[in-house]
């Protein structure tokens, strides 16, 4: 099983190959410089949302991503494309957008941290979906992993209280989303291979997003057109050394790296905006981490696929 966000959405190759020896460091390395990428295009996000709708900037994140990639995903020619599973793919298309857009409407209303840290909550889900979806039984030691996680989520969520933000259940649909989409990951890469998978999320994402942008667009100013740009390279290099790292070693041992993500969104609140976050999201943050890391391990022996979102969006399982 690999890491994922509703942001971290393209899947790009699978893991070394069984006869390849590890290499933590640099695996763990590669993906601490993805949880900064991801950390810098969450802030961009929260930036041009100032000036900009969601739609908008849902609508160009996967467009340009189909840009950026097109000359790999193309190079097998148009018949590499044909696909017999269109209904996966619209399932995988349709919940991995969705995850996006709530994942980007959370990072323009909560601090920075809350937001990527709730869209990191998705191992806790992906089990539940799995569950559901595809009749998966989930061992007694994973159960308790999962509750350690609500419970984290339940001390930074803090329902009742007079803190609670209803904007921060918006975050954590992305993640439920997120797992979906994740899930439709895995049950496509049973008889679609990679390429296909990519370029079908980035045309559905880009077709589902584009009458919402267009009913709320607004001409942005050129420095806002440079951060979206720079938001979308920033995402797409991320995507790919994250999937760089997970050739040198498997989700299991260099997963949690990508836990690093809100620790670096934490700095770009206090320096860009000047949050910090409280003692009560700090637990809860631990809580959550503890219990993602656990689940990973647990279900370590999955072939692992880097694939989102990324949003976040997302890899397989």
């Known amino acids: 099983m690999s890491v994922a966000t509703a942001e971290y959405d393209v899947p790009l190759m699978t893991h070394a190959s069984p006869g390849q020896p590890f290499d933590i460091r640099r695996g763990a390395l590669l993906m601490i410089v993805s949880a900064l990428l991801f950390a810098g295009m969450a802030a961009g996000v929260r930036v041009i949302s100032r000036e900009m709708p969601n739609a908008p900037i849902v609508f160009f994140r996967h467009f340009l991503m189909l840009v950026f990639l097109a000359p790999w995903l193309l190079r097998g020619g148009r018949g590499a494309l044909r696909t017999e599973d269109l209904r996966g793919h619209l399932v995988r298309g349709l919940a991995g957008v969705a995850a996006v857009s709530c994942y980007f409407y959370a990072i323009a209303r909560l601090p920075l941290a809350d937001a990527v840290l709730l869209n990191q909550s ?59 989409a994740q899930v439709g990951i895995r049950r496509l890469t049973r008889t679609e291979p990679v390429t296909r998978i990519v370029f079908y999320f980035g045309l559905i994402a880009s077709l589902a997003a584009a009458p919402p942008a267009a009913l709320t667009w607004r001409t942005p100013s050129p420095a806002t057109w440079a951060i979206l740009v720079l938001m979308c390279v920033l995402a797409t290099i991320g995507q790919l050394t994250l999937t760089r790292a997970y050739v040198y070693a498997p989700a299991a041992r260099i997963g949690p790296f990508l836990y690093a993500g809100p620790v670096f969104a934490g700095v770009l609140d206090w320096l860009l905006w000047g949050q910090l976050p409280d003692r009560l999201f700090v637990a809860g943050a631990v809580l959550v981490v503890v219990a993602a890391t656990l689940a990973l391990r647990i279900r370590h022996a999955a072939p692992v696929l880097a694939a989102t979102a990324v949003d976040p969006s997302l890899r397989s399982d």
């Open 122 to 180: 998705i191992p806790l889900f992906v089990p539940l979906v799995e569950r559901v979806w595809l009749g998966e039984s989930i061992p007694p030691r994973l159960w308790r992993a999962l509750l350690v996680g609500f419970g984290g989520l339940l001390l930074i969520l803090r329902p009742g209280s007079g803190v609670f933000q209803p904007v921060a259940l918006v975050g954590l649909a992305s993640a439920v989303l997120a797992s979906v």
